[in-house]
């Protein structure tokens, strides 16, 4: 069966600091990865999907990158961190061929 | 532009009570997907269930049923005789349907509903 693994779970980073999480998948193969932003009280916010390795779309500008170096790995990335990058973010991935998408148990930033 | 709104930010019920949140979606799209995710305080998001527009037919999965109406642009989620563990965020979504070459999984979220069940 697919799993998903993100980690950390929780990470507390000071203004201006790097950032790295990381994300992969076992089971599956060639899957479509993505990586999601939940702010406080809001809804779920598209941030960077995968269809492929090296292929990354980005939804919306912001101080944050994506990089997919292995077919079922998925990195989220800052050079500096922003207050305002502060927030619940989930990894997931889907079926090339289905509609799906399997969520991972998140990571909880705050940027102080 | 793809949006999907859930008006009830937050509902409270007693245990065993039934109870309906609601999801309203705009698209453009003659096809399309509709999804609801549970997310529940350890914070990984649960699919449910996922519905095509083509296929009207209201499901039953045990206490969860789903109403899906093209007329009214809306999928709503029942939970019949509520039970603690249901207590959860819940998340309608929206997606566009497989349409490139490599196709896609883009999901348009919900605020969510903050579903407590009062024991």
């Known amino acids: 069966s697919q799993t998903i693994h993100q980690w950390p779970a929780t990470l507390v980073q000071p203004v201006g600091s790097p950032l790295s999480l990381e994300c992969t998948v076992e089971?599956?193969?060639?899957?479509?990865l993505y990586w999601y932003r939940q702010a406080a009280g809001r809804g779920l916010q598209l941030l960077f999907y995968?269809?492929?390795?090296?292929?990354i779309s980005s939804e919306v500008p912001q101080n944050l990158s994506a990089s997919r170096p292995q077919d079922r790995q998925f990195i989220l990335s800052s050079k500096k961190l922003l207050l305002s990058d502060s927030g619940f973010y989930l990894c997931?991935?889907?079926?090339?061929?289905?509609?799906?998408?399997?969520f991972g148990q998140g990571t909880r930033l705050t940027v102080v | 532009a793809q949006k999907v709104t859930q008006a009830q930010t937050e509902i409270s019920v007693v245990e065993k009570e039934d109870v309906t949140l609601d999801c309203v979606y705009e698209t453009r799209d003659t096809t399309y997907y509709l999804f609801w995710y549970k997310q529940p305080p350890s914070g990984e998001l649960v699919f449910l269930i996922r519905r095509n527009s083509f296929d009207e037919q209201n499901e039953i999965s045990g206490r969860y049923s789903w109403n899906f109406q093209k007329s009214t642009s809306s999928f709503n989620f029942t939970i019949t005789a509520s039970q603690v563990v249901d207590s959860a965020v819940y998340f309608c979504?929206?997606?566009?349907?497989?349409?490139?070459?490599?196709?896609?999984?883009?999901?348009?979220f919900g605020t969510g509903t903050r579903l407590t069940i009062i024991p």
């Open positions: 979504a929206l997606s566009e349907a497989w349409i490139s070459n490599f196709g896609n999984e883009k999901l348009t």
């Open positions: 997931a991935w889907g079926p090339r061929t289905a509609t799906e998408a399997f």
């Open positions: 089971g599956t193969s060639n899957p479509n």
């Open positions: 995968s269809v492929g390795i090296g292929q």
